[in-house]
């Protein structure tokens, strides 16, 4: 905002595919994410937008290492300028780096809310964990539950207390706020902005667009595993003739609030993408080039965009 | 002419406190009806008991002030938030449509259905894909009432949008009534003709 901050996480090229069996023992790879971009400064918050299947949990398993065994991982990532190797990123996740995950399947089923949400840490955080709870709304019993006995609410907000509990640099939160009502939700993004606030970063997964806009700095929209725009969280807010890409102007239009239509159409299947632009069977400004070549990252008044017609 | 919940109460286990307490919901045909709770309130409770998946302990549901019927395809069909958990992993999607009645091809173009996902297994395809042939067959099932958990709060807003035009347009067509269980106030106002908040 005043001045450039810090940059906190830099990825550039970035692919993720997977190895699958096609027919007999053939096998083929799956791209999943292609050419992807994305610059995360210290002292904000990027949201990432984008439809289901786009790839954004994928990105957040590629930051963390924490792929499975049959995905490979192209590209460039460097943490506070430094390459994130396998090692590096085994130093960084759950010190510097947290996640929030986004299935509530990710608790541990034998283990009790309070020690879980403790972790590994020494000396154990319990006090830090308990005021987290207690401004979570969670009642003060609830540290001697399972995870089978919590709402899906309950454990959203138990698994973003997780994230909050270590001294990370870098939350990435997947999906963080499903089932809570608006209140908690509300309550759990000002918790990301304090941090941001503080100097850290927060990578925000999700489709509740409204809340992302109001808490987020960036907003970067995701389309078919690629980052088609980024954009500062106000042109969201300003409308479409603010925006960049077809598709950031296609998803603001389908909001319940404004408008309510949506685009004919399907986001390509990972196994047989278009040729040139990810988004061209879809858009209606497209033109031959754009099914011939994808287009280069572009900036446009002050974002990013990766079409030929943006403006 | 009305799907009527009339005092019902409703607990999983004799030992733990009423989910539902003395609860009356009550929908005409034709129309579209929202349903606002906080979390863990029973939202997904009361769809079902809806939709005859559960017997409430005490109060009746009614459809035209009958009983729901006990065989054949209900009239009141459930439309679930997560598709990936209500369609049969190992049955290829052609399978899952024929289920409920004969393929039709006007079916398949109003949802947008292309034809290469009917060969498909479950996992190859997205949520909202999925969602998409969920949607198809509880509609085509010839029901009068739909009931909508949560349907599209997995989903980008353009499949939401996508969604909920479809089930809206065949809707309005049949005359049909619609319980849409959601968080989103705004997306409550475009589908809904009436709002409740169960909290209050």
């Not at chain 1, 980024?230 to 603010?242: I, Q, R, V």
């Not at chain 2, 799907?3 to 607990?11: D, H, V």
């Not at chain 2, 030992?15 to 029973?42: H, M, N, T």
């Amino acid at each position: 905002m005043e001045q450039k901050k810090e940059t906190l996480l830099e990825i550039h090229d970035l692919s993720v595919s997977f190895r699958m069996y096609d027919h007999g023992l053939e096998q083929k790879d799956l791209k999943a994410i292609s050419d992807l971009h994305l610059t995360v400064h210290s002292g904000e918050i990027v949201a990432i937008a984008g439809s289901s299947g786009s790839g954004k949990s994928l990105l957040a398993s590629a930051i963390l290492d924490i792929l499975p065994d049959n995905a490979t991982v192209q590209g460039h990532m460097h943490y506070k300028g430094q390459e994130l190797t396998r090692e590096r990123q085994k130093q960084l996740r759950g010190t510097k780096i947290a996640l929030v995950p986004q299935s509530v399947a990710y608790l541990d089923p034998l283990m009790k809310i309070g020690p879980q949400a403790d972790g590994h840490y020494k000396p154990k955080p319990t006090e830090k964990r308990r005021k987290l709870f207690e401004r979570f709304q969670l009642p003060e019993h609830t540290e001697k539950l399972y995870p089978f006995q919590l709402s899906g609410g309950m454990a959203r907000r138990v698994l973003v207390s997780t994230a909050l509990i270590t001294d990370a640099e870098l939350i990435i939160a997947d999906e963080p706020t499903p089932g809570m009502s608006l209140e908690q939700a509300l309550e759990a993004l000002r918790m990301f902005r304090e941090m941001a606030d503080e100097g850290k970063a927060v990578i925000l997964i999700t489709h509740d667009m409204d809340l992302a806009f109001e808490f987020a700095d960036r907003v970067a929209v995701f389309y078919a595993g690629t980052t088609v725009e980024t954009a500062l969280a106000s042109d969201f807010k300003t409308g479409p003739e603010a925006l960049r890409h077809p598709y950031s102007k296609a998803l603001w239009k389908a909001l319940p609030q404004n408008g309510f239509e949506p685009i004919p159409g399907f986001q390509p299947y990972a196994g047989s993408l278009p040729k040139g632009c990810l988004f061209a069977p879809r858009c209606p400004y497209k033109t031959e080039q754009c099914e011939k070549q994808v287009p280069p990252v572009r900036e446009i008044r002050g974002g990013e965009v990766r079409c030929y017609h943006g403006a | 002419m009305a799907l009527e919940a009339k005092n019902i109460y409703f607990r999983y286990d004799r030992k733990q406190p009423w989910i539902l307490e003395d609860c009356s919901v009550r929908v005409e045909k034709g129309e579209r009806l929202a349903i606002f709770a906080p979390s863990g309130y029973g939202k997904t409770t009361l769809a079902m008991l809806l939709a005859g998946y559960l017997e409430p302990a005490k109060g009746q549901i009614l459809l035209d002030e009958k009983p729901l019927p006990k065989r054949g395809i209900c009239p009141v069909q459930l439309i679930y938030q997560h598709p990936e958990k209500a369609i049969n992993p190992r049955w290829r999607l052609k399978r899952v449509l024929e289920e409920s009645g004969q393929l039709r091809e006007d079916v398949l173009d109003a949802f947008g259905i292309e034809r290469a996902w009917l060969d498909r297994f479950p996992r190859e395809l997205s949520g909202g894909e999925l969602q998409r042939f969920c949607v198809a067959r509880a509609l085509m099932s010839g029901a009068e009432y739909i009931i909508c958990d949560e349907i599209s709060t997995m989903m980008d807003v353009i499949t939401q949008a996508q969604i909920w035009n479809v089930v809206l347009k065949e809707a309005g067509k049949r005359n049909m009534g619609i319980i849409a269980v959601t968080h989103n106030k705004h997306l409550a106002e475009r589908i809904a003709t009436r709002t409740i908040d169960l909290s209050i």
